[in-house]
């Protein structure tokens, strides 16, 4: 039997199977024609898959369960009639999931705005994402269409998809009374040669300026402007018509002008892309012609510039450049101007350009939003009014009266309503960040309203509890009394802020409802109620409420007071209506710090540390300074800490009107027995047999200092939560002690008062050492060991038989070594990383683990030690701009042009191997505007160099030695201090055990 046929059959099918496999994600061009199954050709033959049932499920995934498929009323008059005939439409969210290849892609969103079957009465308003990206926002395809005086048009982006990321663009109705469609979603690569993000080392040129910007990948664009000007002697220049089918052909007109006006948003960046054709380039190398490209009447480009820049490898077929234009986005629109302008007559400014593109930039809030046009105005009809009696002259005239002022009152009311809701809008960002509840939403999440729900009340209105997203999430909705004394500014304020603060010490606001003159705010709901539930209220109402721990209410206080400090340092934000029924808990009773309507920001243009403002607050918590100077500092919000503080201590509110007089302001009652010395009066009596001595000296300390009379003699709130941490970790020690002599009563215990302990540098890896700890004592380590010490066990930490000759004792808590020189402060050692204060001589046996610092760490790029060399002219002096104990700093120009700044760290410098490669590993995971930028390193020898991005203006010293420059730009001087320590802040602020502080810092740093 002959089996080479058949073998010959088996490999085509074979090869068939193979070729018939789908890839694993789309490459090239994808055209969805939404609303439709099956696949549709269009007049230009491409085909559109539709999106019902797709062929290639795996690779398109469609969200949002109630969005369905519509085809348009109205019968077509055109012939174009995919993939506008159908689309995607519904009055809730849904989005499409795409996988698709790396790389940057051209969206394009097809809308054909008209009556779709099943939503007549509805209007069309909405907002289309793309991953962090707004594309749209509150759009309406109408009014647009009516703009354009089209009937379908485009909307076309560019944005950049990750290794293994998938592409999702989502469509949001903007109300209960709006719907979002979508027709067709072409996606298109772009080629690399024609990328919109090519800045390379070179970078866009911005119009006016000479620094170059650099288009980085985490920008998305939307396509103003494309134009191909299209000549019968030129070609066009990169043949780009036949990557783009969408460009807008138009024949350059017959006469001598070469200005192009094109409407733009007012408040973005522009990236105009010139496209230069073959005979532009010639005319460019030509010594006898000149001409120059003008943006905004702002000379960008000459052609002796073009001609510099060109190389025969690198044709520049088009050049990029950058515009601002400044202003409000709510101006409307204004011109950008392209203009070529050239001394010789001959030379058509038509003919030097193949086409030019227009892109708008996403904002810093990663928008491109802009507003919709003005809805068309439609004129009144005039009514003719035939009157045949004299008695009907006078009825009319009565039923017009009538109805004149029943329109008057119900326009009246609406106007009212109207302008109230616009005065209570929030900015653009805060509507961003929080969500916007319909009135009809409010009302269904708390029952109307209802009594049952009520779970709060005060002069500022009432507090309920709801549930919003079909039951799945309970929050806490807060009503504002219309005569409150909280109105519309302590409303806007309550959201600018909270929409910007996020802190687990801070209550986090989820948004907000301005329908119908309604002020209401919706919160996470606090399971556990307020602070001053639980010091008094509770305890009032029912004799059986259990009382909170001193334990717990330490660790309140240390929420809370973390909460304001992160308000202060990190935003420059002052409370100012700090007060216990505002310090809510959630069900593990965390603090968190609420209610931000009378909080203030600090001006950070100015150099003083107070905020002149009427007073405002609470009567009790008020600081005496404040209200008699008017003058609002931080230490404001500190002393109404020390009240809250004092609350916590005796279980009573700040002011009692049923007691004796004396004792109806807290502060004063309970200073006056503090001064005496008789503390012990004063403690709530379910708390006298709790708490410790020493924590409670601790405590009150604190809160004495916060409550003096003169500010700057009270600490900030980071003092106060350090001494407040001492105290409960002073209570812990004293509970743990106690627990531990319970369970070891036949075991002793050796007290001492103090002594130092010290070990040499035979402290090693991987071996178990004896550690010395001692009350009061210090403990100090030496290691010469050039490994990096990541961790410390504890092995041994049970409670262990105490001798008299102190070979060994008890353990009560773990140890943590702590590393420290020149570069690295000591990390401040948390509540469960430290040893017994009580006089217990303790012998702890650790073993460490350590690991030695790989180059596989280290992310940075390596410099070749010839090429550092070289660009600082053999480290010549000349190119010396700093000096410190660590070694000369120099200027260096890369081969690519590139400035950088080379740090030689000397062989005599305090910063060994070690700790040279620790500064490698944490600054290059750093990210902040006010922290200079590394960009590699070199070893050579026993040389290191490190080399970060140059710094033109020098450091902050070098400017403060130029007095004048003191005495003329001292607002800069105040800038540059506040940047520091707001990054100072913002890194300290939210800080956990195992983080880093900076230390050393300088005016030279």
Same mark, same amino acid.
């Given at each position: 039997?002959?089996?080479?046929?058949?073998?010959?059959?088996?490999?085509?099918?074979? +090869?068939?199977?193979?070729? %018939?496999?789908?890839?694993?994600?789309?490459?090239?061009?994808?055209?969805?024609?939404?609303?439709?199954?099956?696949?549709?050709?269009?007049?230009? %033959?491409?085909?559109?898959?539709?999106?019902?049932?797709? *062929?290639?499920?795996?690779?398109?995934?469609?969200?949002?369960?109630?969005?369905?498929?519509?085809?348009?009323?109205?019968k077509f008059i055109y012939a174009a009639a995919v993939p506008h005939r159908t689309a995607r439409i519904s009055r809730s969210k849904f989005s499409y999931e795409f996988q698709v290849s790396p790389g940057q892609k051209v969206i394009r969103l097809y809308f054909h705005p008209t009556l779709y079957k099943g939503f007549k009465g509805f209007q069309d308003l909405f907002t289309v994402e793309s991953g962090p990206f707004t594309l749209l926002s509150n759009f309406s395809a109408s009014l647009t269409a009516h703009a354009l005086g089209m009937n379908s048009f485009v909307k076309e982006f560019c944005l950049n998809v990750q290794e293994n990321g998938r592409l999702s663009i989502g469509f949001s109705p903007s109300s209960l009374d709006a719907y979002a469609f979508i027709n067709g979603i072409e996606i298109i690569s772009v080629p690399a040669s024609l990328s919109y993000f090519q800045g390379g080392d070179i970078g866009v040129q911005v119009v006016g300026h000479k620094s170059p910007v650099y288009l980085e990948y985490n920008t998305a664009l939307e396509v103003i402007h494309r134009m191909s000007i299209k000549q019968s002697s030129v070609r066009s220049a990169g043949d780009f018509d036949g990557i783009f089918p969408m460009w807008?052909?138009?024949?350059?007109?017959?006469?001598?002008?070469?200005?192009?006006?094109?409407?733009?948003?007012?408040?973005?960046?522009?990236?105009?892309?010139?496209?230069?054709?073959?005979?532009?380039?010639?005319?460019?190398?030509?010594?006898?012609?000149?001409?120059?490209?003008?943006?905004?009447? @702002?000379?960008?480009?000459?052609? =002796?510039? #073009?001609?510099?820049?060109?190389?025969?490898?690198?044709?520049?077929?088009?050049?990029?450049?950058?515009?601002?234009?400044?202003?409000?986005?709510?101006? /409307?629109?204004?011109?950008?101007? =392209?203009?070529?302008?050239?001394?010789?007559?001959?030379?058509?400014?038509?003919?030097?350009?193949?086409?030019?593109?227009?892109?708008?930039?996403?904002?810093?809030?990663?928008?491109?939003?802009?507003?919709?046009?003005?809805?068309?105005?439609?004129?009144?009809?005039?009514?003719?009014?035939?009157?045949?009696?004299?008695?009907?002259?006078?009825?009319?005239?009565?039923?017009?009266?009538?109805?004149?002022?029943?329109?008057?009152?119900?326009?009246?009311?609406?106007?009212?309503?109207?302008?109230?809701?616009?005065?209570?809008?929030?900015?653009?960002?805060?509507?961003?960040?929080?969500?916007?509840?319909?009135?009809?939403?409010?009302?269904?999440?708390?029952?109307?309203?209802?009594?049952?729900?009520?779970?709060?009340?005060?002069?500022?209105?009432?507090?309920?509890?709801?549930?919003?997203?079909?039951?799945?999430?309970?929050?806490?909705?807060?009503?504002?009394?219309?005569?409150?004394?909280?109105?519309?500014?302590?409303?806007?304020?309550?959201?600018? @802020?909270?929409?910007?603060?996020?802190?687990?010490?801070?209550?986090?606001?989820? %948004?907000?409802?301005?329908?119908?003159?309604? @002020?209401?705010?919706?919160?996470?709901?606090?399971?556990?109620?307020?602070?001053?539930?639980?010091?008094?209220?509770?305890?009032?109402?029912?004799?059986?409420?259990?009382?909170?721990?001193?334990?717990?209410?330490?660790? =309140?206080?240390?929420?809370?007071?973390?909460?304001?400090?992160?308000?202060?340092?990190?935003?420059?934000? =002052?409370?100012?209506?700090?007060?216990?029924?505002?310090?809510?808990?959630?069900?593990?009773?965390?603090?968190?710090?609420?209610?931000?309507?009378?909080?203030?920001?600090?001006?950070?243009?100015?150099?003083?540390?107070?905020?002149?403002?009427?007073?405002? /607050?609470?009567? /009790?918590?008020?600081?005496?300074?404040?209200?008699?100077?008017?003058?609002?500092?931080?230490?404001?919000?500190?002393?109404?800490?020390?009240?809250?503080?004092?609350?916590?201590?005796?279980?009573?509110?700040?002011?009692?009107?049923?007691?004796?007089?004396?004792?109806?302001?807290?502060?004063?009652?309970?200073?006056?027995?503090?001064?005496?010395?008789?503390?012990?009066?004063?403690?709530?009596?379910?708390?006298?047999?709790? #708490?410790?001595?020493?924590?409670?000296?601790?405590?009150?300390?604190?809160?004495?200092?916060?409550?003096?009379?003169?500010?700057?003699?009270?600490?900030?709130?980071?003092?106060?939560?350090?001494?407040?941490?001492?105290?409960?970790?002073?209570?812990?020690? *004293?509970?743990?002690?106690?627990?531990?002599?319970?369970?070891?009563?036949?075991?002793?215990?050796?007290?001492?008062?103090?002594?130092? /302990?010290?070990?040499?540098?035979?402290?090693?890896?991987?071996?178990?050492?004896?550690?010395?700890?001692?009350?009061?004592?210090?403990?100090?380590?030496?290691?010469?060991?050039?490994?990096?010490?990541?961790?410390?066990?504890?092995?041994?930490?049970?409670?262990?038989?105490?001798?008299?000759?102190?070979?060994?004792?008890?353990?009560?808590?773990?140890?943590?070594?702590?590393?420290?020189?020149?570069?690295?402060?000591?990390?401040?050692?948390?509540?469960?990383?430290?040893?017994?204060?009580?006089?217990?001589?303790?012998?702890?046996?650790?073993?460490?683990?350590?690991?030695?610092?790989?180059?596989?760490?280290?992310?940075?790029?390596? +410099?070749?030690?010839?090429?550092?060399?070289?660009?600082?002219?053999? +480290?010549?002096?000349?190119?010396?701009?700093?000096?410190?104990?660590?070694?000369?700093?120099?200027?260096?120009?890369?081969?690519?042009?590139?400035?950088?700044?080379?740090?030689?760290?000397?062989?005599?410098?305090?910063?060994?191997?070690?700790?040279?490669?620790?500064?490698?590993?944490?600054?290059?995971?750093?990210?902040?505007?006010?922290?200079?930028?590394?960009?590699?390193?070199?070893?050579?020898?026993?040389?290191?160099?490190?080399?970060?991005?140059?710094?033109?203006?020098?450091?902050?010293?070098?400017?403060?030695?130029?007095?004048?420059?003191?005495?003329?730009?001292?607002?800069?001087?105040?800038?540059?201090?506040?940047?520091?320590?707001?990054?100072?802040?913002?890194?300290?602020?939210?800080?956990?055990?195992?983080?880093?502080?900076?230390?050393?810092?300088?005016?030279?740093?």
């Amino acid at each position: 039997m002959n089996l080479y046929p058949l073998s010959v059959a088996l490999l085509f099918l074979c +090869f068939l199977t193979a070729a %018939g496999e789908s890839p694993t994600h789309f490459t090239g061009e994808v055209s969805i024609n939404c609303g439709s199954s099956g696949t549709s050709a269009a007049l230009d %033959g491409r085909e559109w898959l539709g999106d019902v049932k797709p *062929k290639f499920s795996s690779m398109l995934q469609i969200k949002g369960s109630s969005s369905t498929t519509a085809t348009a009323i109205h019968k077509f008059i055109y012939a174009a009639a995919v993939p506008h005939r159908t689309a995607r439409i519904s009055r809730s969210k849904f989005s499409y999931e795409f996988q698709v290849s790396p790389g940057q892609k051209v969206i394009r969103l097809y809308f054909h705005p008209t009556l779709y079957k099943g939503f007549k009465g509805f209007q069309d308003l909405f907002t289309v994402e793309s991953g962090p990206f707004t594309l749209l926002s509150n759009f309406s395809a109408s009014l647009t269409a009516h703009a354009l005086g089209m009937n379908s048009f485009v909307k076309e982006f560019c944005l950049n998809v990750q290794e293994n990321g998938r592409l999702s663009i989502g469509f949001s109705p903007s109300s209960l009374d709006a719907y979002a469609f979508i027709n067709g979603i072409e996606i298109i690569s772009v080629p690399a040669s024609l990328s919109y993000f090519q800045g390379g080392d070179i970078g866009v040129q911005v119009v006016g300026h000479k620094s170059p910007v650099y288009l980085e990948y985490n920008t998305a664009l939307e396509v103003i402007h494309r134009m191909s000007i299209k000549q019968s002697s030129v070609r066009s220049a990169g043949d780009f018509d036949g990557i783009f089918p969408m460009w807008a052909t138009r024949r350059a007109k017959k006469d001598k002008s070469s200005t192009w006006k094109i409407p733009v948003d007012m408040g973005f960046r522009y990236l105009i892309r010139l496209h230069f054709s073959e005979l532009g380039l010639k005319i460019a190398e030509t010594d006898d012609v000149i001409f120059k490209v003008l943006i905004n009447e @702002m000379v960008a480009d000459t052609n =002796i510039d #073009i001609v510099k820049e060109r190389n025969d490898d690198n044709i520049p077929w088009y050049r990029d450049y950058m515009l601002l234009m400044r202003g409000n986005k709510k101006e /409307g629109k204004r011109h950008l101007l =392209i203009s070529l302008q050239s001394y010789d007559e001959l030379i058509d400014g038509h003919g030097l350009l193949a086409g030019f593109e227009i892109f708008k930039l996403s904002n810093p809030d990663n928008s491109l939003a802009s507003p919709n046009p003005f809805p068309p105005s439609q004129d009144s009809p005039s009514l003719l009014w035939v009157l045949g009696h004299r008695n009907a002259i006078a009825t009319v005239a009565i039923t017009i009266i009538a109805l004149v002022n029943i329109i008057v009152h119900k326009s009246r009311e609406t106007w009212e309503a109207s302008r109230t809701e616009e005065e209570n809008k929030p900015s653009a960002r805060a509507e961003r960040q929080c969500r916007r509840f319909s009135f009809a939403e409010i009302q269904l999440a708390t029952e109307n309203f209802s009594d049952a729900l009520l779970i709060g009340k005060g002069g500022f209105g009432r507090v309920y509890k709801g549930l919003i997203d079909k039951g799945q999430n309970i929050v806490a909705v807060k009503r504002l009394k219309l005569s409150s004394s909280q109105g519309s500014h302590e409303f806007l304020t309550e959201i600018e @802020m909270l929409s910007q603060l996020r802190h687990v010490n801070l209550v986090s606001l989820i %948004g907000y409802c301005n329908e119908h003159g309604e @002020m209401i705010l919706v919160y996470d709901y606090m399971a556990c109620g307020t602070l001053a539930d639980h010091l008094y209220k509770l305890q009032r109402e029912s004799s059986n409420c259990c009382s909170l721990t001193w334990k717990q209410r330490l660790d =309140i206080c240390i929420g809370a007071g973390r909460g304001l400090d992160y308000l202060h340092t990190g935003h420059g934000i =002052i409370h100012r209506d700090v007060k216990a029924s505002n310090i809510l808990l959630d069900e593990n009773f965390v603090a968190k710090v609420s209610d931000f309507g009378l909080a203030k920001p600090e001006d950070g243009r100015k150099l003083k540390s107070y905020v002149s403002t009427k007073v405002k /607050g609470t009567f /009790g918590y008020l600081d005496p300074y404040y209200f008699n100077t008017q003058k609002l500092t931080r230490k404001s919000d500190t002393y109404a800490f020390g009240v809250v503080l004092l609350e916590v201590l005796c279980g009573r509110p700040a002011v009692v009107s049923r007691v004796a007089e004396n004792e109806h302001i807290l502060s004063k009652w309970a200073l006056d027995y503090i001064r005496k010395g008789e503390v012990d009066q004063i403690i709530a009596s379910n708390l006298r047999d709790e #708490i410790s001595s020493d924590s409670l000296k601790t405590f009150v300390g604190v809160a004495e200092r916060c409550l003096c009379h003169e500010p700057k003699n009270r600490p900030t709130m980071s003092q106060v939560v350090l001494q407040l941490e001492s105290a409960l970790e002073q209570q812990e020690n *004293k509970e743990q002690l106690e627990s531990a002599l319970e369970q070891q009563e036949n075991k002793e215990l050796v007290a001492l008062n103090e002594t130092t /302990g010290a070990f040499d540098d035979s402290c090693h890896c991987n071996d178990e050492i004896n550690l010395l700890a001692v009350n009061k004592g210090k403990l100090k380590i030496a290691s010469s060991d050039e490994q990096h010490q990541t961790n410390s066990k504890v092995v041994n930490s049970e409670l262990l038989s105490g001798r008299k000759d102190g070979r060994r004792a008890t353990i009560l808590k773990p140890l943590r070594l702590w590393p420290r020189d020149g570069f690295w402060n000591r990390v401040k050692p948390s509540k469960k990383n430290k040893l017994s204060s009580y006089g217990v001589l303790e012998i702890v046996t650790i073993a460490k683990t350590c690991e030695e610092i790989s180059a596989a760490d280290i992310k940075l790029a390596k +410099f070749d030690w010839n090429k550092i060399a070289a660009a600082t002219n053999n +480290f010549s002096y000349s190119n010396q701009v700093g000096e410190g104990g660590f070694g000369p700093v120099y200027k260096a120009a890369l081969p690519k042009g590139q400035v950088v700044a080379v740090k030689s760290l000397s062989p005599s410098s305090v910063k060994g191997l070690k700790e040279f490669k620790n500064e490698i590993l944490l600054v290059q995971n750093l990210r902040h505007q006010n922290i200079i930028k590394l960009l590699g390193y070199c070893f050579h020898k026993q040389e290191k160099f490190l080399v970060y991005e140059f710094m033109e203006n020098g450091s902050l010293m070098e400017n403060l030695l130029v007095v004048s420059a003191l005495q003329n730009h001292n607002g800069d001087c105040s800038r540059t201090c506040l940047s520091t320590s707001r990054f100072t802040a913002e890194t300290n602020s939210q800080r956990s055990e195992n983080q880093q502080y900076f230390s050393g810092f300088s005016d030279e740093s």
